[in-house]
């Protein structure tokens, strides 16, 4: 009997800029509490993009590091999509800068999807059903943002920036990170709840409509992957629910949210639901903060790394939202093959800056957008690609050498930009999960 073909997250890997600077160290320069963005957004260190670093380097980056362990699918990928909101031109995708940098062949598709934090999921979506008719070829999709708010708005300490890579591919015969639904719930309604028009860097948003329509389009997109599953499926069936995290208490009010809409009210119940099923997802991002379209991907690798011992068989529902909007919800199943990315260590490997140094790297990487030179005074990041600047409106990356296994050591700041501390040994490193 034939067997149909099942779509598949082989394997990821992800990558994050080199600089991040603490929610406590922002909220004092802004005078806010530093407990409203620890306890009432869950967020405790933001990422932060310097010169050299863009969303084309964060997403080659991750690419490259998940193809450093599969060389040899390298010459089989023939689709790569890069799902962002933070395209770097209006018509040249973010994807063939990614194509060319880790040298994927010829023979491959390659675009960019947008629509706000939901592109990587319709990439995905698109991959998976794009593997099942290709035995023995993979998908490459990448989920890369860079968030922007203005200065000193509530938006701003939920900004953030990085990359998850996906390998995608048919689940049979192989290890594998998740098997996926080919079932998904969708909710599509035009809202103006977060956008950034095309002359300006930073998003516009309406905060607490954003959180409502979040959180409408969540009871939808269940509903419709419910509605479609018939009656014997059931949310109780999930030993994990992921959530697309602007900010970590998101994912919080997102859970309670769609467990008081299925009959639990009582807080305390909601809670120690939210402890067991969501909980254990959001360390990674509340040390990363926003990655718009890869934030959902950065807890799935963040749950994956540290359930990695009971992870076969566990059930996992996924949430996707994208402002503007559209959501969807699916589901998937855990596999055999075990996280290789060391999330945990990644992200001790970062640099710490103060809140005027992470103002001087951000106005810096802007200023590199909107000049036309090339610039000497870049930041090596955490990945061997760098962007050194626009030549007759022609984007410039060049690749540097970084040490595998080895932490990256070099840190050439620009002039006049305090470091507050180099690069932790490895050994000194904790190996605790930010639990906060
Ligand atoms: N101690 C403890 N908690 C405190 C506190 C203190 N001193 N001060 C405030 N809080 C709590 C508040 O009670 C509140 O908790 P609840 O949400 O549980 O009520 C929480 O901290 C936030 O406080 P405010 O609501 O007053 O915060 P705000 O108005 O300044 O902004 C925000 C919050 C609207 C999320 C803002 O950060 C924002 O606009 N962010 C960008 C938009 C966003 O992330 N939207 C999410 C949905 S849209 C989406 O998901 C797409 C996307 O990626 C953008």
């Given at each position: 009997m034939l067997t149909k073909p099942e779509g598949a997250i082989l394997d990821l890997d992800i990558a994050v800029?080199?600089?991040?600077?603490?929610?406590?160290?922002l909220a004092i320069a802004r005078g806010v509490e530093p407990e409203k963005y620890h306890a009432g957004l869950g967020c405790w260190e933001m990422s932060v993009c310097g010169p050299g670093e863009d969303v084309v380097t964060l997403a080659a980056g991750a690419a490259w590091r998940l193809l450093q362990r599969h060389p040899h699918l390298r010459e089989k990928i023939g689709l790569c999509v890069?799902?962002?909101?933070?395209?770097?031109d209006g018509a040249k995708p973010t994807a063939i800068y990614v194509h060319q940098l880790v040298n994927l062949p010829s023979t491959c598709r390659v675009f960019e999807i947008k629509h706000a934090c939901y592109g990587a999921t319709a990439a995905l979506q698109m991959a998976q059903a794009w593997a099942c008719m290709r035995p023995d070829r993979y998908a490459l999709?990448?989920?890369?943002?860079?968030?922007?708010?203005?200065?000193?708005?509530?938006g701003e300490p939920t900004q953030g920036a990085g990359a998850v890579a996906m390998l995608v591919g048919q689940a049979q015969d192989q290890p594998v990170c998740l098997t996926l639904s080919d079932v998904s719930g969708t909710h599509a309604e035009e809202v103006?709840?977060?956008?950034?028009?095309?002359?300006?860097?930073?998003?516009?948003?309406?905060?607490?409509f954003s959180v409502e329509c979040y959180l409408k389009s969540l009871l939808a997109a269940h509903d419709d992957f419910y509605r479609q599953m018939g009656k014997s499926a059931s949310l109780d069936a999930m030993d994990y629910a992921l959530y697309h995290v602007p900010f970590p208490h998101m994912a919080r009010k997102?859970?309670?949210?769609?467990?008081?809409?299925?009959?639990?009210?009582?807080?305390?119940?909601?809670?120690?639901?939210?402890?067991?099923?969501v909980k254990l997802s959001?360390?990674?991002?509340?040390?990363?903060?926003?990655i718009y379209s890869a934030s959902l991907y950065l807890a799935l690798a963040g749950l994956w790394e540290r359930e990695a011992d009971t992870w076969s068989k566990k059930q996992v529902s996924l949430f996707s939202y994208g402002s503007g909007s559209c959501s969807e919800y699916f589901t998937a199943c855990g596999g055999t093959r075990r996280p290789a990315f060391h999330l945990k260590t990644l992200l001790d490997q970062?640099?710490?800056v103060d809140v005027a140094t992470y103002e001087a790297l951000s106005d810096h990487a802007l200023l590199m957008e909107q000049n036309d030179s090339i610039h000497s005074e870049t930041i090596r990041g955490m990945v061997p690609f760098v962007f050194?600047?626009?030549?007759?409106?022609?984007?410039?990356?060049?690749q540097q050498t970084v040490a595998e296994k080895e932490p990256v050591t070099v840190v050439a700041a620009p002039a006049g930009m305090g470091i507050h501390r180099e690069l932790a040994p490895l050994a000194a490193l904790g190996s605790s999960f930010c639990d906060r």
């Amino acid at each position: 009997m034939l067997t149909k073909p099942e779509g598949a997250i082989l394997d990821l890997d992800i990558a994050v800029p080199r600089h991040y600077v603490t929610h406590e160290n922002l909220a004092i320069a802004r005078g806010v509490e530093p407990e409203k963005y620890h306890a009432g957004l869950g967020c405790w260190e933001m990422s932060v993009c310097g010169p050299g670093e863009d969303v084309v380097t964060l997403a080659a980056g991750a690419a490259w590091r998940l193809l450093q362990r599969h060389p040899h699918l390298r010459e089989k990928i023939g689709l790569c999509v890069v799902g962002t909101e933070s395209g770097v031109d209006g018509a040249k995708p973010t994807a063939i800068y990614v194509h060319q940098l880790v040298n994927l062949p010829s023979t491959c598709r390659v675009f960019e999807i947008k629509h706000a934090c939901y592109g990587a999921t319709a990439a995905l979506q698109m991959a998976q059903a794009w593997a099942c008719m290709r035995p023995d070829r993979y998908a490459l999709v990448i989920a890369a943002d860079v968030a922007r708010y203005k200065r000193y708005s509530s938006g701003e300490p939920t900004q953030g920036a990085g990359a998850v890579a996906m390998l995608v591919g048919q689940a049979q015969d192989q290890p594998v990170c998740l098997t996926l639904s080919d079932v998904s719930g969708t909710h599509a309604e035009e809202v103006y709840d977060f956008w950034r028009p095309n002359y300006q860097a930073a998003a516009l948003v309406k905060g607490k409509f954003s959180v409502e329509c979040y959180l409408k389009s969540l009871l939808a997109a269940h509903d419709d992957f419910y509605r479609q599953m018939g009656k014997s499926a059931s949310l109780d069936a999930m030993d994990y629910a992921l959530y697309h995290v602007p900010f970590p208490h998101m994912a919080r009010k997102a859970h309670v949210h769609l467990l008081s809409h299925k009959g639990i009210v009582q807080e305390e119940e909601a809670l120690a639901d939210y402890q067991r099923r969501v909980k254990l997802s959001l360390w990674a991002n509340r040390r990363v903060g926003n990655i718009y379209s890869a934030s959902l991907y950065l807890a799935l690798a963040g749950l994956w790394e540290r359930e990695a011992d009971t992870w076969s068989k566990k059930q996992v529902s996924l949430f996707s939202y994208g402002s503007g909007s559209c959501s969807e919800y699916f589901t998937a199943c855990g596999g055999t093959r075990r996280p290789a990315f060391h999330l945990k260590t990644l992200l001790d490997q970062r640099v710490e800056v103060d809140v005027a140094t992470y103002e001087a790297l951000s106005d810096h990487a802007l200023l590199m957008e909107q000049n036309d030179s090339i610039h000497s005074e870049t930041i090596r990041g955490m990945v061997p690609f760098v962007f050194v600047g626009i030549r007759d409106h022609e984007r410039t990356y060049e690749q540097q050498t970084v040490a595998e296994k080895e932490p990256v050591t070099v840190v050439a700041a620009p002039a006049g930009m305090g470091i507050h501390r180099e690069l932790a040994p490895l050994a000194a490193l904790g190996s605790s999960f930010c639990d906060r």
